[in-house]
């Protein structure tokens, strides 16, 4: 009898509460009895309950959005992601917590709704496998028995391992091309909103607090000032970062619009793209303006039509004549310099300390544990010579953290992306889907490459970029004709060849 009754209750509140979302009366005296409770308690304790409340009122509707529409879950980590440094530099809330607590509510959320509407294809994916393959090597570096401090590995694997669950929780949200569409739309109109900010740092100025950052640090001063001019950072904490999220957003923009789109589209994308690469130039990163050609060679290499071999040609010779002439434009130097390897003394810098962490690193097979170099290790231990160590690359810092074993492993991670990337890119005959998997593609050999000199893809707002679009090129194909079990996307396809044979 009273198992009967719970039943009852439970199936009673489901209805009210996510089958009508409280549109009844239920929800009216809900709402009603918060909002008189809410006044009474603002007039007897004063603003600063009602300013908690506030945020409270806002963020607990936004943890049960994301916690039952992962769709909304994943952007709103990409806001605070996106946003994250420059909150910081306003106040001191753990807004980046904030984001482990999200992906723990979107994860239960998940599992939940797995229960009603299950979709488990992704699982199959090789990309799954390895992301699991990686996490679970992440998570055994706990016992690595070289490893100084369990701490340092603490805080260091949640960017090198758990914010990977960001790939599932995006893989179950995209159930339509339109969703996968909507994501990345957002993400380039984020990545034209950092762009803008940046030209705003360029051309009108820092604003008062960030001034304040800049000059906190003596160090900090010395990176951003650089050959008599400031570097711009936008959002970000840091030039480099923000000058390779221009250049990945930059060449995706371009390699989308050249797809087979609207001609209204073809413009915004070209606009896009231009204002992107043109803040890029104003950062000052080396590194980003050597991938900007590397993204486009590879965009020729894929497409191989030609008219793109033609302008790949030309674009060859053109930057050759760039590198090759004198200039004594701040600017245009530094551009130039980024070409110039054998000249550059930084890179040189780095050789040299590969060289001398080779032996540590044959010694090592499984490294010295996560967090043993950079911030991490400085704080848990300064002692070590490895704290000390500039790694200067995140797959270096992998084989120092990890070993060489750890680094074949992700080699191989990022191996089987790209070849599963280009493997359906190649193979799918939906235009839009074919040209989402070039713009994707563009990213992944970019932040690739990025890794070598650079440790990029563990910075936010990129680490869930490159999740999310892994997520995207294993769901992609799901939509298309020649991959897809769905009897509409199928006829679709047929009924516009039939038409095209008419015509």
Not at 91 to 97: C, E, F, I, L, N
Not at 472 to 487: M, T
Request: aromatic share 16%; charged share 15%; net charge positive.
């Amino acid at each position: 009898m009273i198992t009967r009754i719970a039943d009852n209750i439970s199936n009673w509140l489901e209805t009210k509460l996510f089958i009508e979302k409280l549109n009844n009366p239920l929800g009216w005296l809900f709402l009603i009895l918060v909002g008189l409770a809410f006044g009474y308690l603002v007039s007897k304790i004063g603003l600063v309950f009602g300013v908690i409340a506030f945020v409270a009122i806002i963020g607990i509707p936004g943890v049960f959005g994301a916690m039952f529409n992962p769709q909304f879950g994943l952007a709103l980590m990409l806001f605070i992601g996106f946003f994250v440094h420059l909150i910081s530099k306003y106040s001191t809330a753990p807004v980046g917590t904030s984001m482990d607590g999200l992906m723990l509510v979107m994860l239960f959320g998940m599992l939940v709704m797995q229960s009603r509407k299950r979709i488990s294809g992704y699982a199959k994916s090789p990309i799954s496998y390895w992301v699991l393959i990686w996490v679970g090597y992440n998570l055994l570096q706990g016992l690595n028995p070289w490893a100084a401090s369990v701490m340092a590995w603490v805080y260091t694997v949640r960017t090198m391992a758990l914010l990977i669950f960001v790939y599932f929780i995006a893989c179950y949200a995209f159930d339509s091309l339109k969703k996968i569409t909507w994501m990345i739309w957002f993400i380039l109109y984020l990545l034209l909103f950092t762009a803008l900010y940046g030209m705003k740092q360029e051309f009108i100025g820092f604003s008062a607090v960030e001034e304040a950052w800049i000059y906190a640090d003596e160090l900090r001063f010395q990176l951003l000032f650089q050959w008599t001019r400031m570097r711009i950072f936008s959002v970000t904490n840091d030039p480099t970062t923000f000058g390779i999220m221009m250049a990945f957003g930059g060449v995706q923009c371009f390699g989308l619009a050249m797809g087979d789109r609207p001609l209204s589209t073809k413009i915004w994308l070209f606009i896009m793209s231009g204002l992107m690469l043109m803040t890029m130039a104003f950062t000052g990163t080396r590194t980003a303006y050597a991938l900007v050609p590397i993204g486009l060679l590879m965009y020729a290499a894929l497409t191989l039509t030609r008219n793109i071999v033609i302008g790949a040609i030309l674009g060859l010779v053109l930057g050759i004549g760039f590198v090759s002439m004198s200039t004594s434009n701040p600017l245009i130097f530094r551009i130039q310099s980024a070409f110039r390897v054998s000249e550059d003394e930084s890179m040189q810098v780095r050789f040299e300390n590969q060289k001398i962490i080779q032996p540590f690193i044959h010694n090592h097979p499984i490294g010295a544990g996560l967090g043993s170099t950079g911030v991490w290790g400085k704080r848990f231990t300064p002692d070590s010579w490895l704290a000390e160590f500039p790694h200067d690359s995140g797959f270096v810092r992998i084989a120092v953290e990890q070993g060489w074993i750890g680094l074949i492993l992700y080699m191989i991670f990022l191996f089987v992306v790209l070849k599963e990337v280009t493997y359906y890119y190649v193979r799918v005959r939906d235009p839009v889907i074919k040209n989402h998997y070039l713009g994707i593609y563009l990213v992944l050999i970019i932040l690739t490459t990025a890794s070598y000199p650079q440790e990029i893809i563990v910075q936010l707002p990129i680490s869930l970029i490159f999740y999310i679009y892994l997520a995207a090129a294993v769901r992609l194909k799901d939509f298309d004709p020649n991959f897809s079990d769905d009897p509409a996307i199928i006829n679709k396809f047929n009924d516009q060849d039939k038409a095209t044979l008419k015509a």
